[in-house]
């Protein structure tokens, strides 16, 4: 893991962060909101990065290859688990999750809706001051400890954390304003964070569409 740390002005991190190696991070003390906002909006749709910010501290890492591939892994994941149990489901990836009154903001690497899917069904825009934050957020920790954004998830109110380290996955729960963890989704019931975690060692030495209909099949046969 490679990691730099910066007090500059928004060019100048704009600038940094398009330079910014793979699987490396960026670290900026006392950056204003203002700067968080057009920083964003300059990366765009299209970055691949991902951007937090806790009341004037920006980070950005820039993930590698494995990191993304899990994460879209989990995507699949959950979307098999959907259909065999036959729950509606809405994936919104990496979309960037803010509230200004509380100055926090970061972009997990997969989110989904499922308690709350109805109620941002059809939504372009969805804004956290109104509508009800994604029900699951993931992380993938292959290079840097996400728990340093656990004050962010806390104040977006994000109910539910699965943290992916490379060897594990475990789910943690919001309860009482901290994450305490559990051992099986509050929102997929019977997806156990083993379950998590043997679909996606499997992932690492097996072709994913194989992974994929193996797990479909344990999920059909314990259903039965």
């Not at 997806?191 to 209909?213: H, P």
Request: hydrophobic share 35%.
């Amino acid at each position: 893991m490679r990691s730099m740390t910066l007090r500059t002005s928004h060019d100048e991190v704009l600038d940094a962060t398009e330079h910014l190696p793979t699987g490396a991070t960026l670290v900026i003390h006392d950056f204003d909101w203002d700067g968080y906002e057009q920083l964003l909006d300059a990366l765009g749709d299209r970055s691949h990065f991902r951007v937090s910010y806790d009341s004037g501290r920006l980070e950005i890492l820039s993930p590698s290859s494995p990191h993304e591939q899990y994460a879209r892994l989990m995507d699949l994941i959950v979307f098999v688990f959907c259909e065999v149990h036959e729950l509606k489901v809405k994936c919104l990836g990496q979309t960037t999750w803010r509230k200004k009154p509380r100055s926090k903001g970061l972009e997990a690497d997969a989110c989904y809706y499922l308690k709350n899917e109805e109620l941002i069904r059809g939504k372009r825009d969805i804004n956290l001051e109104s509508d009800p934050p994604p029900d699951i957020a993931v992380e993938i920790d292959l290079t840097r400890s996400s728990f340093r954004k656990q004050s962010i998830y806390t104040a977006l109110r994000i109910p539910e954390i699965w943290r992916y380290d490379g060897r594990s996955l475990r789910i943690y729960t919001l309860t009482k304003g901290q994450y305490t963890e559990i051992h099986e989704s509050s929102f997929l019931p019977g997806l156990t964070d083993a379950m998590l975690t043997q679909v996606l060692e499997a992932s690492a030495t097996g072709e994913t569409m194989d992974v994929l209909k193996a797990f479909r099949k344990r999920l059909q046969e314990s259903g039965r």
